[in-house]
């Protein structure tokens, strides 16, 4: 099983450089990281987790910018995003980035992209709340146009783009209908999230890691149904805190690579934490 890690990287925290480099140095496959643009102060809308909203939410580094200083010092280490809030974002310079980052790193980049909890954060980057899935859809289907190898057009409710030249081309070769990065849907459980998945990526990236023993079935279910091919489904539980149980039990469901959560912290305490995780290794 590969282990990698995820961290609230701030303008507190142990640098991305730092990080990067004893990661690959010890052995961990990857380093993913999530994104938040700003967090409005006038906030109604509840932390997911409960309690207040910790600290580091309101400080994270832009992950693309912090994602390319890890590939320039590392040579093997994955690099990812958990998640890309996707809704925030043009589309087309976002297909940019991607593809320079992805190209530059030489294929190691996965999208991890969600739908977000914030609706304030997302209000103010204009998204409409309730149609905020089928606006990520229409944007990794515009995206992957963009990526496809002679110019595509794509023409959805909520994006469109004209056949284009887009250069440099992500590294990955097409599975079928997916074109581009590695990609992976955030989110929780449920038909349409699973039918999302099933169009348009490659797995699923369940944050937690909770209650997979009954959920993977369904999605595999619906996988097999878009006409996918079974073996090519990747589920990768994300933010884990590990046990030794816990990596053992994905191991049994058929899971090949697990994200766990470091603190955001400084580099005393994280690289005391890789110590710590070092034994799953």
Do not use: C
């Amino acid at each position: 099983m590969r282990i990698a890690v995820t961290i609230f990287l701030t303008d507190e925290t142990i640098a991305p450089v730092r990080l990067a480099r004893e990661l690959e140095h010890r052995g961990y496959a990857g380093l993913y990281l999530p994104e938040h643009t700003h967090i409005p102060v006038e906030r109604t809308t509840p932390y997911p987790a409960g309690g207040d909203l910790p600290r580091e939410y309101t400080r994270t580094l832009d992950p693309f910018v912090a994602l390319g200083q890890a590939a320039a010092v590392t040579e093997r280490l994955g690099l990812g995003t958990g998640i890309t809030l996707l809704a925030q974002h043009d589309p087309i310079a976002l297909a940019k980035q991607i593809a320079t980052l992805d190209h530059l790193s030489g294929g190691r980049f996965t999208l991890g992209l969600g739908y977000g909890w914030n609706v304030e954060e997302a209000a103010d980057h204009g998204v409409q709340w309730r149609t905020r899935r089928e606006l990520v859809r229409d944007r990794v289907r515009l995206m992957q146009a963009l990526w496809s190898e002679e110019p595509t057009s794509y023409d959805g409710e909520f994006a469109a783009v004209r056949a284009s030249h887009a250069h440099p081309k992500p590294v990955g070769k097409p599975r079928g209908r997916v074109v581009g990065p590695r990609t992976l849907v955030g989110g929780a459980a449920g038909p349409k999230l699973f039918a999302h998945i099933a169009e348009y990526a490659d797995g699923w990236l369940p944050i937690g890691g909770r209650g997979l023993t009954g959920s993977l079935p369904v999605l595999r279910s619906v996988w097999a149904e878009a006409g996918r091919d079974p073996a090519t489904l990747q589920v990768v539980p994300y933010a884990v805190q590990p046990t030794p149980g816990k990596l053992a039990h994905y191991a049994d469901l058929g899971i090949e690579e697990v994200v766990l959560q470091l603190p955001p912290a400084g580099e005393a305490e994280v690289l005391g934490v890789l110590d710590e995780y070092g034994s799953f290794l």
